[in-house]
């Protein structure tokens, strides 16, 4: 089944080499004048960089305030931490586009839409739920008899975080972020309701191209953030290992 679903994504590599115009197999040749075209387009660069852009800056704001939110529900264990949770991970669950409409009414009332900021602030109310989700999982493998022992050792709790819980919880903090940075990076509709016209996102500029052009240029785009999805898959892949093994290795 995961096979049959991705298949057709990898129909999409070999297209943004042809080198005929439309997308069309049997390929008449192969070619890189599309990846010529695509790092050359202004358009597109600008698209490419104000995605970088947006999926760190989502990255940083979803790793911090995911890993703090996390951390406090592990502690508190409260009923209501566990409502304010069911809060927090609400955007996996409810549509984006649903959710697209009330940010874009609620920044246009504080006549904040249509800005970079609300385009982050957008993003990281998506990614936030993956890293709280990823952490809390990684928090269950933790002693807390560790913090412990580092308070009695004179640490305060801030050093205690930084040279003891944090170390040990990096791997599932980093699978966060890097979770954080690819929704960030491949979310269209948010861009489409957040974002002002000069604020275009490479998932919105690939959008566009659909519409009104469609060149294997656009194969190129589609390209680039599957290499990249791949990538981050296979990096948060290689910190699930390490953690399982760091975890077998202690005592």
């Not at 115009?21 to 890189?32: D, K």
């Not at 659909?210 to 240029?217: G, Y």
Request: net charge positive; charged share 10%.
């Amino acid at each position: 089944m995961l096979g049959f679903l991705l298949l057709p994504i990898l129909f999409v590599i070999p297209l943004s080499l042809s080198a005929g115009e439309f997308f069309i197999y049997p390929m008449p040749g192969l070619s890189l004048r599309w990846y010529e075209a695509f790092f050359s387009d202004r358009a597109w660069i600008s698209s490419l960089w104000s995605s970088i852009v947006v999926a760190t800056s989502t990255m940083v704001l979803a790793t911090v305030l995911g890993t703090l939110a996390a951390i406090g529900f592990w502690q508190s264990r409260s009923r209501l931490g566990m409502v304010i949770l069911v809060v927090l991970v609400s955007p996996l669950i409810i549509p984006v586009v649903v959710v697209a409409i009330a940010l874009f009414f609620f920044y246009a009332r504080l006549g904040f839409a249509n800005s970079m900021w609300s385009l982050v602030m957008g993003h990281t109310a998506i990614a936030l739920p993956l890293v709280v989700l990823t952490v809390a999982a990684t928090l269950q493998t933790y002693n807390p008899n560790l913090t412990r022992a580092a308070a009695s050792l004179g640490a305060s709790p801030v050093r205690a975080f930084f040279d003891v819980m944090l170390p040990l919880i990096a791997p599932g903090v980093a699978t966060g972020a890097l979770l954080a940075f690819a929704m960030s990076f491949d979310e269209c509709v948010l861009s489409l309701f957040l974002g002002s016209p000069e604020q275009r996102t490479l998932p919105r500029q690939l959008f566009s191209g659909l519409r009104e052009s469609i060149t294997p240029v656009v194969a190129v785009a589609a390209t680039l953030i599957i290499v990249l999805a791949s990538a981050l898959l296979l990096a948060s892949l290689l910190l699930k290992a390490r953690a399982e093994r760091l975890r077998g290795e202690s005592p």
